[in-house]
Structures are given as structure tokens and as C-alpha cells.
């Protein structure tokens, strides 16, 4: 079992940047993928960005060279680093952790970009 709880949301201009925060309930080291998604307003919700244990990382293809995903293992923390924020980047942001053929979500944290 693995709980995670995302922070760091909140409100930006267009062009400025936030950085959100996944803290894990245990090890990280030990949980084989981390990710970032969201969900638009009456939309699915998509992948942003993933890092594995090995510290590969993939992103979508809307976020490549603006966002960065790392992670602290010693903090059991993963970090979404978002910049140049777009309106079109406005969602709720949700932490993803899969270990053990299991997979947990946090309740998300809404990021909200102001044109």
C-alpha cells in the first residue's frame, strides 16, 4: 500500500512557473514508476510526465522542454517542475505511483494558468 499526496498548486501568470511535490508514503526507491497526470476540464485524464526507478524518464509530447520530473529518494518525493506555463496547462495534476502490480493516486492539486 502506497499513499501519496501532491502540493505545490495554485495560481500563475502565463510564462511564470510553479513546481509541484509528491510525497509517498514509503520508499520511493522501491516503487517502480512515479507520474505526473491530469485532468482538463471534460477531459480524460493524461499522462505528463513518468520516471522510473532507474531514473528514465518519459514525457507527453505538450510538455517536452517546459516540464521536468525528478525525484528525492531520500525524501520519497517526486517533483514536477513546470515552466513556461500555458492556459492550456490549467488542470488538476495528479501523483501516480505503480509498485507490485498496483496503483495508487493522490487527490491532485489544481494548477490554474492566468492568460
Known amino acids: 500500500q502506497v499513499q501519496v499526496v501532491e502540493s505545490g498548486g495554485g495560481l500563475v501568470q502565463a510564462g511564470g512557473s510553479l513546481r509541484l511535490s509528491c510525497a509517498a508514503s514509503r520508499s520511493i526507491f522501491v516503487i517502480n514508476i512515479m507520474g505526473w497526470y491530469r485532468q482538463l476540464q471534460g477531459k480524460q485524464r493524461e499522462l505528463v510526465a513518468s520516471i522510473t526507478s532507474g531514473y528514465s524518464t518519459n514525457y507527453a509530447d505538450f510538455v517536452k522542454g517546459r516540464f521536468t520530473i525528478s525525484r528525492d529518494d531520500a525524501k520519497n518525493t517526486v517533483y514536477l517542475q513546470m515552466n513556461n506555463l500555458k492556459p492550456e496547462d490549467t488542470a488538476v495534476y495528479y501523483c501516480?505511483?505503480?509498485?507490485?502490480?498496483?496503483?495508487?493516486w493522490g487527490k491532485g492539486t489544481l494548477v490554474t494558468v492566468s492568460s
Open positions: 501516480n505511483a505503480r509498485s507490485g502490480g498496483a496503483t495508487y
